[in-house]
């Protein structure tokens, strides 16, 4: 339902415009009630002439004769001395002849006027004078209407509440019976208005008893024999041969000779008052019968008091006026009392059909007093409005229809104006501008990203427009699935509490659920309760539990305390915050997306930092280039090898930054799938664009060769190049990945060992040569020095073997 005076309004409109019959039935009720009214104004201005005896016809030997049934007590009649089992003869010299004679001379002569009776006791035949009177109104009629009139707004509540509710309009086709039954009752002025008043009496208080057996039958759920059309006739079917009937005598088609008239209505009338208690009685019986195979007790609660309808309004009213009228007896003063106990059944049943709900009775006040107010208040113009046309019977049809079309387009402003008044000054006050932005505050709790505020905002509003001192979140936990207590406001809860909260479930049956601390259920949304025998349910103190759900799933519950005076939170209420979850849910939602998105945005930056710290920790120059060879990644040992700095390169094309015979390689790498690989190429700074390369930036390299100033100097650099497709996780190419390795140093060192290896082989050769001299030399010399000693005293050969 709605959660305030408009907007409950613009929901029921909405309801009762997508619900043709439920708008149909409204404003024929908008007409019969006018109708009602006016025949309510007509029996204080319109009575029939009354002697005070009822006359019937009775066969004789001589014929039928018109003879006193009954005298009433201190009647015209009675002072004019008439006894039951007088003989009427005449009035005012016009013979009668049948009992319906009476009430034609009666009509004529009128009221307070005199009636010369002829008449004969006991074989004598005498005159008297009967002054007439009206009819006196019957104090039990002006309380019928007091019924019909409960009878309607109990099925206008019902009906406004719950549009759509298939047993909520079959009532209200029962309470829009009953109101007819009751505030119809027609005068006898013979216009076409009585005759409407008058048929529309019959067909109401026919149907209505077997409107209220189908009634018992189907409520709160139908059978599945109920859905056979033919059943359904079966139990109208009684109620439409009685009506034929009426129809076949008043039309004159069918005549029972032994009796007149008057006869005749007194039996028919005596027909439907057994017909009527025998519908009712029947129906209890049936809700009895029900009662037997039920074990919900909210279902229990709903037929005890649509049975306890019928025991507390027709049983009594069977005892006091039905049977002794069934029997014959004459309506008196004291049957007429019964008349008061029939207001039983339409506040029991009301209270039934709307559902057994004490905290609701606030709420039935609210809005009985609304529709009460409005009705008279709509009342009150169409009287206005007739009063200043003329007379009511001559109104046309086209009249008729625009005074209705009035009352039902006024009705609901007027409503909706009123009950604002009262929620304003009277019921809510305090919490009344609350309530009335309640819905608005929650549309906008999707806009706070924090979890945190937003359920903190969410318990104050809520707090403040329900009037409870305690408002608890439940999330869902999104690892295992079971409810957590997240936050709550007003409430103290240990911190070494372990709650047991299985009774959230995530697939609730119910739009809400009502626990009592004590391990009672009061009430569900629809059908069924919870058994709360955790602890945990008296730890928390929490009595109202409404579901967050979001695309069909529930991820939190909203728990929230008795008000601050003790009561628990009205169907109203409940509907408002079950509105507000709505909102709520998705705001959730969107804070934990939030939250999540968060986290894995700090995850991806770990991971980037993470990655570069790897690329940028490697001692080889890498780039990584898009398929149309723009520069995407530069790490810093590139910046090294060829001056240019990470900024300047980025974004670039590869042939904007390295030379030609480097890009015929990385062209020709294009068409191959595999690595490609360039051995010692020379990347020479000094080939690349002057522009882009660094100025002044700190020596980050100390050459072999030095430094100058402080500054690195930019020499050509030996570098192995390995050229490979980059690849996704899904080994889509993507791009290509440039590795160049700086071999500068492992080239001067290779460089230095082949010098080194030459020396060692040039040494080798002299040692070997000096070998191959110096083996005869020594022989030569050997043999000179024996040559010397055996030429000893020659001294000429021995210088020359000296030399």
């Not at 906008?444 to 001192?469: K, Q, T, V, Y």
């Not at 349910?537 to 799933?553: A, D, E, F, N, S």
């Not at 709505?582 to 930056?605: C, D, M």
């Not at 080889?620 to 898009?626: D, F, L």
Request: with cysteine; proline share 4%; glycine share 8%.
């Amino acid at each position: 339902m709605g959660v305030s005076v408009s907007e409950r309004g613009r929901r029921s409109v909405r309801a009762l415009r997508t619900h043709p019959l439920a708008t149909l039935l409204v404003l024929v009720s908008v007409a019969l009630a006018v109708c009602a009214g006016w025949n309510f104004k007509q029996q204080s201005q319109f009575r029939l002439p009354e002697d005070g005896v009822i006359w019937l016809d009775r066969p004789t030997a001589q014929g039928r004769v018109v003879v006193a049934r009954h005298v009433s007590p201190e009647s015209p009649a009675a002072r004019a001395g008439i006894r039951s089992g007088d003989r009427l003869l005449a009035i005012d010299q016009q013979p009668v002849s049948t009992a319906g004679d009476v009430a034609r001379i009666l009509f004529h002569t009128g009221a307070w006027n005199k009636a010369v009776y002829q008449l004969q006791r006991d074989g004598i035949r005498f005159e008297v004078n009967v002054y007439l009177t009206e009819r006196p109104p019957q104090a039990s009629t002006y309380f019928q209407y007091l019924i019909a009139l409960a009878y309607l707004l109990g099925g206008l509540i019902v009906l406004l509440r719950r549009p759509n509710y298939g047993p909520a309009l079959h009532y209200y086709a029962l309470s829009l019976l009953s109101f007819v039954l009751f505030g119809f009752h027609y005068t006898g002025s013979l216009s076409a208005f009585d005759a409407f008043v008058y048929w529309g009496n019959v067909i109401a208080g026919l149907f209505a008893p077997s409107t209220f057996v189908h009634f018992a039958l189907v409520f709160p759920e139908r059978p599945r024999w109920m859905a056979n059309w033919a059943n359904r006739v079966v139990l109208y079917a009684p109620a439409g041969l009685l009506l034929g009937l009426h129809w076949m005598i008043a039309s004159g088609h069918l005549r029972i000779a032994a009796l007149s008239l008057v006869e005749v209505r007194w039996w028919l009338d005596r027909v439907w008052i057994g017909f009527l208690l025998l519908g009712y009685l029947a129906g209890a019986a049936i809700v009895h019968h029900r009662l037997r195979n039920v074990t919900d007790p909210i279902t229990r609660h709903q037929l005890n008091w649509l049975r306890n309808g019928v025991l507390f309004g027709i049983v009594p009213f069977s005892l006091g006026y039905g049977i002794p009228y069934l029997l014959g007896q004459v309506p008196g003063t004291v049957m007429s009392l019964a008349v008061t106990t029939l207001l039983c059944v339409p506040v029991c049943w009301g209270y039934a059909v709307v559902r057994y709900r004490l905290m609701d009775a606030d709420v039935a006040l609210q809005q009985g007093s609304a529709y009460a107010l409005a009705s008279l208040a709509v009342l009150g113009i169409l009287y206005g409005l007739l009063f200043s046309v003329g007379r009511f019977e001559e109104l046309s049809t086209t009249a008729l229809l625009l005074l209705s079309l009035v009352a039902a387009l006024v009705f609901q402003p007027i409503r909706r104006w009123i009950r604002e008044l009262l929620e304003r000054h009277y019921f809510y006050r305090d919490h009344y501008d609350y309530r009335q932005t309640l819905e608005d505050f929650a549309r906008d709790l999707g806009a706070e990203i924090s979890l945190e505020r937003m359920l903190e905002a969410a318990a104050d509003r809520l707090g403040r427009a329900l009037n409870c001192p305690a408002v608890a979140f439940f999330l869902r936990d999104e690892r295992d699935g079971d409810f957590y207590l997240h936050y709550a406001q007003g409430l103290e809860v240990p911190r070494d509490a372990s709650l047991d909260l299985s009774f959230l479930t995530d697939d609730p049956n119910e739009p809400y659920l009502i626990i009592e601390t004590t391990g009672q259920a009061v009430s569900t949304g629809r059908r069924g309760y919870v058994s709360p025998t955790q602890a945990s349910v008296t730890t928390l103190g929490l009595v109202h539990y409404v579901p967050c759900k979001v695309r069909g799933r529930v991820i939190a519950y909203v728990g929230l305390s008795r008000t601050h005076r003790g009561d628990f939170l009205t169907s109203d209420d409940l509907k408002l915050v079950s509105t507000v979850c709505g909102y709520l849910a998705i705001a959730i939602e969107n804070a934990r997306l939030y939250r999540s998105l968060e986290a894995k945005i700090e995850q991806y930056e770990r991971l980037k930092e993470f990655s570069e710290n790897i690329v940028e920790s490697i001692n080889v120059g890498i780039v990584a280039a898009s398929l149309d060879d723009r520069i995407e990644s530069w790490n810093a040992q590139m910046e090294l090898l060829t001056g240019i700095p990470r900024e300047a390169a980025l974004g670039r094309r590869l042939d904007e930054v390295f030379p030609s015979n480097l890009m015929a390689e990385v062209e020709q790498s294009k068409s191959s799938s595999g690595i490609h690989h360039v051995y010692k190429y020379t990347l020479d700074p000094a080939q690349l664009p002057a522009e882009l390369r660094a100025q002044g930036w700190q020596a980050l390299r100390d050459r072999a060769s030095g430094t100058a100033g402080g500054v690195a100097v930019q020499r050509p650099s030996i570098v192995n190049v390995a050229i490979a497709p980059l690849v996704s996780k899904n080994l889509d190419e993507i791009g290509r990945l440039i590795i160049f390795d700086d071999i500068t140093e492992r080239a001067e060192l290779e460089r230095k060992l082949v010098e080194a290896d030459k020396l060692s082989s040039i040494g080798l050769l002299a040692a070997g040569v000096a070998h191959e001299v110096n083996t005869p030399l020594a022989v030569i010399s050997t043999y000179a020095q024996m040559l010397a000693r055996q030429l000893s005293g020659d001294e000429q050969k021995s210088r020359l073997l000296e030399k």
